[in-house]
Each structure stands twice: as structure tokens, then as C-alpha cells.
């Protein structure tokens, strides 16, 4: 669950990146996807962190 959410956040936070700085919807996709692939990168340790510390 918090891979997915970090998947939506980074990919939110790409595109409005992206639009900030005035690139086209491609530029715009192309941040929601690199974001979101380094948002979901860092959630997948996280979760491990945490399921290893439940144990």
C-alpha cells in the first residue's frame, strides 16, 4: 500500500514540476514517471524497514 501511494505522489509531484517549469505534456509525463518510479524505490525500503521491525 505505501508503494502505491508513493507511486501516485511521485508521479504527482513530477507533473507538477514539470509544469512549473513550463515543459509540454510529454515533459510532463516523462517527470511523472521518473518520480514516481524514485518515490516507489524509496517506499519499497521503507516498507521493508517497517515489516522488519515489526518482527
Keep these: 500500500m505505501i508503494v502505491l501511494a508513493g507511486?501516485?505522489?511521485g508521479?504527482?509531484?513530477g507533473a507538477v514540476l514539470?509544469?512549473?517549469r513550463k515543459g509540454?505534456?510529454?515533459d510532463m509525463a516523462?517527470?511523472?514517471a521518473g518520480?514516481?518510479?524514485l518515490f516507489m524505490i524509496?517506499?519499497?525500503f521503507?516498507?521493508?524497514?517497517?515489516?522488519r521491525a515489526s518482527l
Design 18 to 20: 514539470a509544469a512549473r
Design 30 to 32: 516523462q517527470y511523472a
Design 42 to 44: 524509496v517506499a519499497v
Design 7 to 9: 507511486a501516485l505522489l
Design 35 to 37: 518520480y514516481a518510479i
Design 46 to 51: 521503507v516498507t521493508l524497514f517497517i515489516h
Design 24 to 26: 509540454k505534456v510529454l
Design 11 to 13: 508521479a504527482i509531484f
